[in-house]
């Protein structure tokens, strides 16, 4: 029994941050998030001509593709009134790659929410219940500790971690891109700063929430 309670037990402790983390990554995916970006205080203006309107259609377009079954001719078919393609082929071969990205980060946060829902109910049928809550406590807290470190490092130095981050999840210089190419208009160095940050946020308050009320409640107890 107490192996059994060990490995519960530390799965559920790991698992946590997995799910804070990539939970807040799908909320910024939602529309609210580009809207509310866009018209916060001092966000660069795009220098080569896009409208706040242009910015907020083409680059809802660009989350809604992401996030959708389409394959790339979705954003490939794209064209400004001009008629010339709202990404060259550079921009669409990192978009594919970055749809494979979230594909995959969407399956390992749904694959750990049932994972860990049949961890609590595996706990209450052997009678673990306090170790699984207890791990839920303990998750929490590794999540805030993980979340402060990094939020550290991006105020010491965000495009180190921001070179580091496209490093580890895509291939060569694929992610390199000039100024004046479209997905650097629509989305700066600021909003994924920003992103970032709010990432880092809630998934640092969904730690604290889980690390204090389960910890505060169980005490009581």
Excluded at 67 to 77: C, H, K, M, R, T
Excluded at 200 to 220: D, K, M, N, Q
């Amino acid at each position: 029994m107490k192996s059994t309670s060990n490995i519960l037990f530390w799965i559920t402790t790991i698992l946590v941050p997995v799910i804070l983390i990539l939970l807040a990554v799908r909320l910024l995916m939602s529309p609210i998030f580009v809207a509310v970006e866009y018209r916060t205080p001092n966000f660069p203006a795009d220098s080569y001509g896009f409208t706040l309107e242009e910015r907020l259609y083409w680059a809802d377009i660009s989350r809604a593709y992401l996030l959708n079954s389409a394959e790339i001719e979705f954003l490939g078919d794209q064209k400004f009134a001009d008629g010339s393609s709202l990404y060259n082929q550079r921009e669409l071969r990192h978009m594919l790659d970055v749809k494979i990205v979230v594909r995959a980060a969407m399956f390992v946060l749904y694959g750990s929410l049932v994972c860990i829902v049949g961890l609590g109910i595996a706990a209450r049928r052997v009678n673990l219940w306090e170790a699984y809550l207890e791990a839920l406590s303990r998750g929490g807290w590794l999540t805030v500790g993980l979340i402060t470190a990094i939020l550290v490092y991006l105020a010491l130095n965000f495009n180190a971690l921001f070179v580091t981050f496209h490093r580890i999840f895509f291939e060569g210089e694929t992610w390199i891109f000039k100024y004046s190419d479209t997905l650097i208009r629509l989305f700066p160095i600021r909003f994924w700063r920003d992103a970032f940050i709010w990432i880092g946020s809630l998934s640092l308050g969904g730690g604290l929430a889980l690390g204090y009320f389960i910890s505060h409640s169980r005490t009581r107890d």
